[in-house]
């Protein structure tokens, strides 16, 4: 797969999505369990309740500065949104972005089982103009796509252990890649090791095998590609198709080669979503209850309001 490396900086760092999926491929697969992508349709019901609707004028995520402790941020209305970021956490990330001059970059991290949004950080060194990258969706979804794909597959009665045998599609996938060869398919990987250590080859025979174009479609749908995520404020969806009645198309799809996009933003929250289960969080950025008037938000922001944050 061939991107430029502008558009793999501005892939999120801030959710390790790759290892997170690892845990659900390693765990019990039972027949009668709904499938963890079908868990995540739920969520649909909450796109449609007003709240997902909010948006707070005048919000950059960008721009905020610290006050007791607090991060808060000014509205277009003169009010002050106290933000749910970790101060400390912000301000490492964007001094490891600052050190080595990151062109452009993005990082999100989010707390699953709630969606409030730890540390928010979109950065070009090359371009200080570049806009908020955490929110572009044109960068490739790459193998952040195989959490879709090993969605599908394990519903799909793929058992995780069962290994399968490859050659080829280190860097890219060819025709021959797809056909089982005795004579060249000398490693095997079971699809948990195949998501842990992202072997492309595995996971396009499996997908070949196992899917069609309709079926990681709907997946793909179902983890919130071609849909606004809802956030605090808009966003555009994360765009892409799964070209039908070409099997080495699909397979590369399957695998993160071309055809899906996603921004940061969406990226971070299909982490969170393996690691809450298959619950796609609502991303929120400004505090519950925490917009009022300046004066107001100054006297109350003593108050302990971020999460600790522990990086191992």
């Given at each position: 797969?061939?991107?430029?490396?502008?558009?793999?900086?501005?892939?999120?760092?801030?959710?390790?999505?790759?290892?997170?999926?690892?845990?659900?491929?390693?765990?019990?697969?039972?027949?009668?369990?709904?499938?963890?992508?079908?868990?995540?349709?739920?969520?649909?019901?909450?796109?449609?309740?007003a709240a997902d609707g909010?948006?707070?004028?005048?919000?950059?995520?960008?721009?905020?500065?610290?006050?007791?402790?607090?991060?808060?941020?000014?509205?277009?209305?003169?009010?002050?949104?106290?933000?749910?970021?970790?101060?400390?956490?912000?301000?490492?990330?964007?001094?490891?972005?600052?050190?080595?001059?990151?062109?452009?970059?993005?990082?999100?991290?989010?707390?699953?089982?709630?969606?409030?949004?730890?540390?928010?950080?979109?950065?070009?060194?090359?371009?200080?103009?570049?806009?908020?990258?955490?929110?572009?969706?044109?960068?490739?979804?790459?193998?952040?796509?195989?959490?879709?794909?090993?969605?599908?597959?394990?519903?799909?009665?793929?058992?995780?252990?069962?290994?399968?045998?490859?050659?080829?599609?280190?860097?890219?996938?060819?025709?021959?890649?797809?056909?089982?060869?005795?004579?060249?398919?000398?490693?095997?990987?079971?699809?948990?090791?195949?998501?842990?250590?992202?072997?492309?080859?595995?996971?396009?025979?499996?997908?070949?095998?196992?899917?069609?174009?309709s079926v990681l479609e709907?997946?793909?749908?179902?983890?919130?590609?071609?849909?606004?995520?809802?956030?605090?404020?808009?966003?555009?969806?994360?765009?892409?198709?799964?070209?039908?009645?070409?099997?080495?198309?699909?397979?590369?799809?399957?695998?993160?080669?071309?055809?899906?996009?996603?921004?940061?933003?969406h990226a971070s929250l299909?982490?969170?979503?393996?690691?809450?289960?298959?619950?796609?969080?609502?991303?929120?950025?400004?505090?519950?209850?925490?917009?009022?008037?300046?004066?107001?938000?100054?006297?109350?922001?003593?108050?302990?309001?971020?999460?600790?944050?522990?990086?191992?």
């Amino acid at each position: 797969m061939r991107v430029s490396w502008r558009l793999t900086l501005r892939i999120t760092i801030g959710v390790a999505a790759i290892g997170a999926a690892v845990g659900f491929l390693t765990g019990p697969i039972s027949a009668e369990a709904p499938g963890l992508a079908l868990r995540a349709l739920a969520r649909t019901e909450r796109r449609a309740s007003a709240a997902d609707g909010r948006t707070f004028p005048g919000l950059d995520p960008r721009r905020h500065r610290v006050e007791d402790g607090a991060m808060v941020a000014d509205l277009s209305d003169g009010s002050t949104a106290v933000l749910s970021l970790d101060p400390g956490l912000q301000h490492h990330l964007e001094g490891v972005f600052d050190q080595y001059e990151v062109p452009w970059g993005a990082a999100v991290a989010i707390e699953p089982s709630t969606g409030r949004v730890l540390a928010y950080v979109s950065h070009s060194s090359a371009d200080p103009d570049a806009g908020d990258l955490v929110l572009d969706p044109s960068p490739p979804a790459a193998s952040v796509f195989k959490i879709v794909t090993g969605a599908a597959l394990i519903d799909a009665g793929v058992n995780p252990a069962e290994e399968v045998c490859y050659h080829g599609g280190a860097s890219r996938l060819h025709d021959g890649d797809l056909d089982d060869d005795p004579d060249r398919d000398r490693r095997c990987a079971s699809l948990t090791a195949a998501m842990g250590s992202s072997i492309n080859a595995v996971f396009a025979k499996l997908a070949v095998r196992h899917l069609d174009a309709s079926v990681l479609e709907r997946y793909a749908s179902a983890f919130g590609f071609g849909e606004s995520i809802p956030f605090d404020v808009p966003t555009r969806p994360s765009p892409g198709e799964v070209p039908e009645g070409d099997p080495l198309e699909l397979a590369r799809t399957a695998a993160g080669f071309w055809h899906m996009y996603m921004s940061p933003l969406h990226a971070s929250l299909i982490g969170a979503t393996i690691a809450d289960g298959g619950r796609m969080p609502r991303a929120s950025i400004v505090c519950a209850g925490s917009v009022r008037s300046r004066v107001t938000i100054l006297k109350s922001s003593k108050r302990s309001l971020m999460p600790t944050v522990l990086l191992a």
